[in-house]
């Protein structure tokens, strides 16, 4: 009986491992099956918010396509704007120019009057310092034909 009683005590033993080992095996399972119940719920939110995008992105797309068009306008408004204003500083630079080049003209033309009136200037001057010559020349011969006219006076007195 001993023998007997020792294998029963084997068998028990072999029974209680393996029912540890089941028991350990059952708790490895219920974690497991609690992790794949969480991601199932986490799977069915995500499902739930993919269905309720997928009606939203009809809308969203609108929504987009509407903004690209007001952008769309918006750059064509500004291209516009740009243009005009391109078109207006052409316009001011090209008036410009000629304000320049009839101002330049106007100077040259200044330049030459200018020229032209010292050169007639000069020809008073020279003119101006003969005639002052002549005059002094004249003057000293009035003095000269009046003092011979008094000297002539004078001789007629006397022989008078």
């Known amino acids: 009986m001993d023998f007997g009683g020792a294998q029963g005590n084997e068998n028990m033993s072999a029974l209680a ?7 350990n095996k059952n ?10 119940c969480m991601k199932l719920g986490d799977m069915q939110e995500k499902v739930g918010k993919l269905a309720g995008s997928k009606t939203d992105l009809p809308a969203r797309l609108v929504f987009i396509e509407e903004e690209k068009l007001k952008i769309s306008k918006e750059l064509v408004d500004l291209q516009i704007e740009t243009n005009k204003m391109r078109e207006q500083h052409e316009t001011e630079n090209f008036e410009l120019k000629n304000m320049i080049l009839s101002l330049e003209n106007r100077v040259l033309e200044l330049e030459l009057c200018g020229e032209k009136v010292t050169g007639e200037r000069d020809a008073l001057q020279e003119r101006l310092r003969v005639m002052e010559s002549n005059r002094k020349e004249l003057a000293d011969e009035y003095i000269i034909l009046k003092s011979n006219y008094l000297a002539l006076g004078k001789e007629l007195d006397r022989e008078v």
Do not use: G, I, K, P
């Open 17 to 23: 491992e393996q029912v540890q080992h089941l028991a």
């Open 27 to 36: 708790v490895q399972l219920q974690d497991r099956n609690e992790r794949l």
